[in-house]
C-alpha cells in the first residue's frame, strides 16, 4: 500500500474504533438485542420490514481516497458538468457551490467498508443505491441501439463489473438491494445542461424536453440493467423525485436547489417533462418487467418496479389567508398528486387545472409500489394569478424562508396516508435530517417513526423505511456543505466517524422498534 493510502486506512481504523464505542452505548455489551419486548419497545415494526440507508450513485461515488479520478469520477453526466463547468460556477443563477467531485465520499472505492457499517454496525437488512447511466453508457454511439440485445455491447465492462461487486457486498454484509435505475443525472449525449440553460429552445440535446428519444433510449438502459443485475437486483425504481426535475430545472430553480437546465418560469416545458417522465417510467416498466426474469431473494417474483416520489407537508403560509389557504388545494395537487395520476392511473393533466385526462392504455397497470421521500413542511404563499395564464393551478410560490428542511413528522403520517391511498405497498426511501449533529442524535427518529408507524395503524401497507443518508455525500449544487449521513466524513482523509443519529438508528433497526 503506499503511503497516501496509509493515511486514510490509519484515520479509518480509528474512526472504526469511535464507532464500535458508540455502538457499545447504543446497544449495550451484547451488541444489541433482536427482541423488542427484550427491549421494552413500544412502537414495533413486522418482522418483514426493511430497515435501510439509502444512497445514489453520483452524491457517493466520487472522492476515493486512492483510485485515480479517473476510474473514480463519472465526468459524463448532466450533473457532472453542472457542478463543474466554470462558466456554470460562476453563472449565479445555477447556484452551485464549486466543491470539486473529488470533496465527495468516495464510495466507488470504499463501497465494501461501508456496506459492513450498514449491515453489520447499524444492522440494516436494506440498502437503496442508484445506478448512472453515463457511467454504464459514456459513449453517445449507444443511441443507435434499437434493443437490449444491442445495447449491451456499448455498456463499459468495468463499470458492470464495478456495479456487480457493489451488489454482491450489500448481499455479503445483509442487505437487499432497493436500485434506482434513474436519480436525476443524465448522459451529456442526452442532456447539454449548460447549452440549455443558455438558450432553452436552441440547445440540440435537451434531456427530458426530447420526448420520444429520452423515452425510447431510457427504455432500453433500464432493460439492460433488468437484464445484467436482475439477479441481483428484485426492487426497483425508475426515477427519483422527477417533480423535483420539473420544479428546479424548469419552473423555480433557487438558492434551496437546482437542477440542470436550471431555467425560470418555463411552465410549459416542465409541464412537457413532466409528460416525458410518466411516458419513460411505464416504457422502463415494462422494460424491467421483460428483462429482469431472475428472481434475486428467493421470494417467488423476479421484479418489483416502483417509483420515487418527494412529498411534501404542505400549509397555508399564512392560515388566517383563505387566497393562503385555498393555494394550498392547488399546491397539493402539483406538488403531491399529479405525478402520482400519471404513473398510478395512466392519467394525465398536462395542462394542470385539476382534470384528468382518460387514462391511457400505454400508462396504465405500471406501478408495483410507490416510494415516498419526505423531510419537511413548507409553507404556500397564493400568488392571486397563475404564474402563466394557461396554467390555472401553477397560482402559488413555495415560501422557502424557513428553508427546505423544517422537521414535521406528522407530515410523514400525512404523506404516506395520501400515497397509500393508490392502493400500492409504500416504502420510505428517503427521510433524515439535515446536519445531523455531532453530539445529539435526538428528536428525528422516534417521532418520524411513530407518524408513520400512526399511518400503518391507520391501514397504509408500508413494507421499508430507508433513511438519507448512510453516509455525508455531494448534496447536488450545494456540493459537500450539506451533510445528512449517519456517518459523517472526512472531506479530505474520507475517514467515517458515526454520528450520534447513526447510534440511535442501529438501536432501532436491532430492537425493530423503539
Ligand atoms: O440528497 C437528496 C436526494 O438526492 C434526493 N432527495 C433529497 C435529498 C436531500 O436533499
Sequence with gaps: MNRLAARPAGRLAAAALAAASLLAQACGDDGGAADPAANNAVVTFPKTFLWGTSVAGFQVDPGCPTLPAAACEDRESDWAQWVTDPDLVADG???????????????????DQDLARAGDELGANAFRTSLEWSRLFPDGAAEAATTVDELAPFADEDAVAHYRAIFASAKAHGQTLLVTLNHYTLPLWLHDGKACHQDLAGCADRGWLDGPRIVRTIALYAGFCARTFGDQVDLWATLNEPFAVVLSGFIVPNAERTNPPGVLLQIE?????????????????DAVRDNDLADADDDGVAA?????HSMIALEPSDPSSEADVAAVAHAEWVVNRVFLEGVANGRLDPDLDGVLDPPRADLVGRLDFIGVNYYTRLPIMALGQPLDARYAFADFLPNLDGGSFVEYPQGLHDVVTSAASYGRPVYITENGRLNPGETSGDGFLEPHLEALHAAMDDGADVRGYFYWSLVDNYEWNHGMSLRFGLYAV?????????????ARYAQIVRARGF
Excluded at 269 to 285: S, W
Excluded at 491 to 496: D, L
Design 93 to 111: 443563477t445555477t447556484y452551485v457551490h464549486g466543491d470539486p467531485l473529488s470533496a465527495g465520499p468516495g464510495f466507488w472505492e470504499l463501497y
Design 269 to 285: 416545458a416542465g409541464l412537457d417533462a413532466m409528460t416525458h417522465m410518466i411516458e419513460a417510467h411505464a416504457a422502463m416498466v
Design 304 to 308: 418489483q418496479v416502483g417509483l420515487v
Design 490 to 502: 472526512d472531506t479530505a482523509t474520507k475517514a467515517r466517524a458515526l454520528r450520534p443519529i447513526g
